[in-house]
């Protein structure tokens, strides 16, 4: 079983900054896709942006390219979302979750079925 949980999440004003965290424990996902999303009001969850097991793949939504940026420190059992520049329409449930299909792998999956492992989120709140 895994465990994870985020941090990270307030209120900020539009052009601030933030920087999330996801917790790990319980078995390793070092060797696995790690993923983070969102959901705002009244929408579906949506993906923000993934990273492969060793960090050196990373992809991101359109919406956040540019403003946002996800790294991992395996040994750490920890991964971050780094949020700049932010929008109203950031505001959103964040959601990191791990995709432990297959290990070491390149692939980044952008649909939440595709993850098997998911935090409880985290509030964001950006005020204009």
């Known amino acids: 079983q895994v465990q994870l949980v985020e941090s990270g999440g307030g209120l900020v004003q539009a052009g601030g900054s933030l920087r999330l965290s996801c917790a790990v424990s319980?078995?390793?996902?070092?060797?696995?896709?790690m993923g983070w999303f969102r959901r705002a009001p009244g929408k579906y969850r949506e993906f923000v942006g993934a990273?492969?097991?060793?960090?050196?793949?990373?992809f991101y939504d359109a919406s956040v390219k540019g403003r946002a940026t996800i790294s991992r420190d395996n040994a750490k059992n920890v991964n971050h979302l780094q949020m700049n520049k932010l929008l109203p329409e950031d505001t959103a449930v964040y959601y990191c979750?791990?995709?432990?299909?297959?290990?070491?792998?390149?692939?980044?999956?952008?649909?939440?079925?595709?993850?098997?492992?998911w935090g409880q989120g985290t509030q964001v709140a950006v005020s204009s």
């Open positions: 979750a791990a995709d432990i299909t297959y290990p070491e792998t390149d692939y980044l999956g952008r649909v939440p079925d595709e993850y098997e492992y």
């Open positions: 319980g078995d390793s996902v070092s060797s696995y896709t």
């Open positions: 990273i492969n097991w060793n960090g050196r793949r990373t």
